[in-house]
């Protein structure tokens, strides 16, 4: 049955691991099903939104597990989708406030009962109409013909920043890399428990993968666990010098790792955010732009993962993604599909490259995902175990984004035309923190340079258009909303 709709010898790959890819991915983006509600519900940043936390939980699960077995089944293609991240800040940080400004001036003028709605039920209906023209531009084929107006410097250029981003991001989920204000400085606590499972895991993986071990990526996972696990119980019974230490008490092993005694429970109520999507009053002046912010971020994010994770598992033939139409369509069903169960924007996730750097091909690697994903909603609590304590997962983001920035090979060096743009990709979605953000970078350069240099007839029409349209998008939208 897999065989006949995977097409797994087609693909060079089997069942074992592709069902091994797809745990891969799963437990490399496990985090969001934990750091999603809190997100959302304002437990992170320490201003409650409203929004319930069981049913934020829940709705993330079945909108990650619907969109992925879209993703697999219509696309075949190894790539889960789930909330994502970056989205849901600019949800709570950035719109939110925007919409209970506008419900207060609607209430003052008497146009608008106080109670009539809230923030994130306008919130949601703005993610809902971002999701529905986006699977508009994907239905009439505009997105494909975006992707194929990227050159093969320009995409080899988006899965290298990307490694690069997602690369980054490990380093700073282990604590190896601490951020002060626009600056980053090396851990100076090397020996902390933090940091003794990070490199554990790193150097089992990465030693595992030199010697091409199938699954070792899950296998770093497996054991980062065990020695989190064994750490977190072994610590405080090795002496009070060792266990009152601040760099032990103060870990995030001690303060983060929550470590469970159970291993099934029954998933939340969704009924608090299901369809509680405000569809009148997202429409509303004020909120438009925010709409438009939304569809230019998931697109962009969508776009540049998807020929990331296409140039590192070798799916680009004659400069083109076979079933890219399929592809991008499963993701704009997530975008609207999620608004609808109650969370932010849904998109296909980076994290994906992992189960693809560990041989995945096919749809069969994110089908295992999205049922991994809506078991979850049954073992929540291990799955929030693994998910609340980062160093047992980083070492994998940093393993793929090694991989992945060896597509830097591939652009075109000697053609300053096509690298410069390329290498303002590189650096710009690592440095902006932003896929969306670094890709337009490279949009907007692109036929810029080649006109300059003579060379405007290798930029198609599209690419014109594109440069035109994020650069009104960056003036007139994104400038006035910072």
Aim: aromatic letters at 8%.
């Amino acid at each position: 049955m897999f065989e006949r709709i995977f097409r797994l010898s087609e693909n060079n790959t089997t069942a074992r691991r592709e069902i091994l890819a797809g745990a891969t991915t799963f437990l490399t983006m496990a985090y969001i099903i934990v750091v999603q509600p809190m997100v959302l519900t304002g437990q992170l940043t320490g201003k409650p939104t409203g929004m319930d936390f069981g049913a934020v939980t829940t709705a993330t699960c079945l909108a990650a597990f619907i969109a992925t077995t879209i993703m697999a089944l219509y696309a075949r293609y190894p790539i889960a989708q789930a909330p994502g991240m970056g989205e849901n800040f600019f949800f709570v940080l950035n719109l939110l406030p925007a919409a209970a400004g506008m419900i207060a001036v609607q209430v003052a003028a008497g146009k608008m009962a106080a109670d009539s709605t809230t923030p994130w039920q306008i919130g949601l209906g703005v993610v809902f109409y971002s999701g529905i023209i986006f699977l508009l531009l994907s239905t009439l084929g505009v997105r494909e013909k975006i992707m194929d107006a990227l050159s093969p410097s320009l995409r080899n250029g988006v899965a290298a920043g990307i490694g690069l981003f997602i690369a980054l991001l490990g380093l700073k989920m282990s604590g190896l890399i601490i951020a002060h204000g626009d600056s980053m400085t090396l851990n100076p606590a090397i020996l902390s428990p933090d940091l003794i499972v990070f490199f554990c895991g790193l150097t089992i993986t990465a030693a595992l993968h030199a010697r091409r071990v199938p699954g070792s990526i899950f296998i770093g996972i497996v054991v980062a666990t065990l020695l989190a696990l064994a750490l977190r119980y072994g610590l405080p019974h090795c002496g009070d010098r060792i266990a009152n230490a601040a760099i032990v008490k103060e870990s995030a092993l001690m303060t983060k790792f929550h470590v469970t005694g159970e291993l099934t429970s029954a998933p939340p109520s969704i009924a608090p955010t299901l369809f509680k999507m405000d569809l009148v009053n997202s429409l509303s002046l004020p909120m438009i732009p925010y709409i438009l912010i939304f569809l230019f971020m998931v697109l962009f994010d969508t776009l540049g993962t998807l020929v990331g994770i296409a140039e590192q598992a070798g799916f680009i033939k004659d400069d083109k993604l076979p079933r890219a139409k399929e592809a991008l369509t499963s993701d704009a069903i997530g975008a609207a599909t999620g608004a609808a169960l109650g969370t932010s924007t849904v998109t296909s996730f980076i994290e994906s490259a992992a189960g693809v750097e560990q041989g995945g091909r096919t749809g069969l690697t994110s089908l295992t995902t999205a049922v991994l994903m809506l078991a979850a909603l049954f073992f929540a609590p291990i799955i929030s175990m693994v998910g609340s304590y980062s160093p047992i997962t980083s070492p994998a983001l940093v393993i793929v984004g090694a991989m992945m920035l060896a597509n830097v090979a591939k652009i075109d060096w000697k053609n300053y035309s096509e690298c410069i743009p390329a290498f303002l990709v590189v650096v710009g979605v690592p440095m902006t923190g932003s896929i969306a953000d670094g890709l337009a970078l490279g949009f907007i350069f692109h036929p810029a340079i080649k006109l300059l240099a003579g060379q405007g007839r290798e930029v198609k029409f599209i690419g014109y258009l594109m440069a035109a349209i994020l650069l009104a998008y960056l003036i007139f939208v994104r400038m006035q909303l910072k």
